[in-house]
């Protein structure tokens, strides 16, 4: 670039575009001192990304918040803000699409540069019709950002919001959430009046998640045009509990922190699909009444017995179900699926431990086409599936031999992977040599 002397005319405007397009905001200042009109080649960049990386020229700041002593991070903080507040005066685009700022914010009486810095930020970015906006402002304490909604009340092009560590007030009431569609709060303190409000203006909502987020009260979601909602990663409080009404909930993701502690859910959403839950029981806590029509579900880190609590009800209970994995969970004394028509793919993985461990296995599924199994021991497999196709089994946490004559009597296995001990070899060789030789013969017919 500098050794081009005549700037007009070596570099078409698509060559410039592309070469803008791949530098670092650092960067794209320091072309001015190049070319005057480079200065204005900044429109051509619509999705603003800051972060520390593209604002300062060194990389030894990525452990900017654990190893730097508080007067550096301070330092840094009121640098990141007089770049941010550079890059934009100069800024001169007509357009903008995204906003994104990531930087571990310092909670201190010296926040007001960084926080009226970013202020003007999201002003001028919602004037030029910003559709999306990244705050990412992690803190080891709490954040000194509070994001004034006012910036965005008359705003009609803003269709993502994803808040990190940021403070809110407790009334989304403005008309900039109007045309929201996806909206990310994490590390967050959520109140019951922010989410009255949520579900009142933001009426073209259709993807919800609440991340590492606290609710010290009980919440209600009654949102109509929600299809997905993700609550990962909650902190559980004794007294609080969840309801979730979705008249066309999808998807619905939750976990918890806490390895006891599960908060209890009242799901009504009678056209949900798609369930995972991770937390340590979900019989008493969550229950099968809305599931109904669930078609996939993942369930991990249970410590409730499956064969007690889960497996006799949940194929009598979710009568679509097609998709069912079973991960990380710790009590299993047998597992039994009998009857289960729709039911096309099941994972076992990891489950059991020890003397919890399934001691015997017994599936009957008409439609099953692939099963994975990962335990520590399983003395007895039975299997009856004669559309079964493919077959992932992880032998050898048992650690001792097991039985496949029940996986070698299958007709139509089409792809068979297993993971075995060399202890575990020398006795199945004979049964390997069948299954092939039953393949080999069905596959000539």
């Known amino acids: 670039m500098k050794r081009c002397t005549k700037l007009e005319s070596e570099l078409p405007d698509s060559i410039i575009s592309y070469i803008f397009s791949k530098l670092a905001l650092k960067d794209l200042v320091k072309t001015s001192t190049l070319s005057k009109r480079w200065v204005h080649e900044w429109g051509l960049r619509t999705d603003l990304n800051f972060d520390r990386h593209t604002m300062f020229d060194s990389n030894t700041i990525q452990d900017l918040p654990n190893t730097f002593p508080l007067f550096q991070r301070l330092h840094f903080q009121s640098e990141f803000a007089t770049r941010l507040d550079q890059f934009m005066f100069h800024y001169k685009g007509a357009i903008i699409h995204s906003i994104r700022v990531k930087f571990p914010l310092v909670n201190s009486l010296h926040g007001d540069a960084i926080s009226n810095a970013i202020n003007r930020l999201i002003s001028k970015g919602i004037a030029k019709g910003v559709k999306r906006i990244e705050l990412l402002l992690s803190s080891n304490s709490v954040s000194s950002y509070i994001l004034p909604l006012t910036l965005l009340s008359g705003n009609h092009s803003l269709t993502y919001l994803h808040l990190q560590s940021c403070l809110i007030g407790e009334h989304l009431d403005y008309s900039g959430f109007n045309n929201l569609t996806t909206l990310v709060l994490d590390l967050i303190c959520v109140m019951p009046k922010q989410i009255q409000s949520l579900c009142s203006n933001c009426t073209q909502l259709v993807d919800l998640t609440l991340d590492q987020c606290q609710f010290p009260y009980s919440l209600i979601i009654n949102h109509s045009t929600l299809l997905r909602l993700n609550i990962v990663n909650s902190e559980v409080y004794r007294s609080s509990y969840l309801t979730i009404i979705a008249s066309n909930l999808s998807s619905f993701e939750y976990s918890c922190n806490d390895d006891v502690l599960v908060f209890p859910v009242n799901i009504q959403a009678h056209v949900l699909s798609k369930f995972s839950f991770r937390g340590s029981e979900f019989f008493d806590h969550v229950g099968f009444s809305g599931l109904k029509n669930v078609t996939t579900i993942v369930l991990e880190g249970l410590v409730e017995n499956l064969s007690t609590y889960i497996l006799p009800y949940l194929f009598s209970e979710c009568l679509q179900l097609e998709d069912v994995t079973f991960k990380n969970c710790m009590h299993m004394s047998s597992i039994e699926i009998i009857t289960s028509p729709k039911l096309r793919h099941l994972k076992i993985i990891d489950c059991g431990w020890a003397d919890y461990s399934p001691s015997e296995i017994a599936i009957d599924a008409l439609n099953l086409s692939s099963f994975e199994y990962s335990a520590h021991i399983s003395r007895i497999i039975s299997i009856t599936a004669p559309k079964l196709l493919k077959v992932f089994w992880n032998a050898a ?23 075995i001990l060399t202890s575990q070899v020398s006795r199945p060789k004979s049964v390997f040599a069948r299954f092939l030789l039953i393949n080999l013969i069905s596959s000539c017919f």
């Open 397 to 419: 946490p048992g650690r001792k031999p097991h039985l496949f004559d029940p996986i070698a009597r299958l007709p139509h296995i089409e792809n068979l992977a297993m993971i």
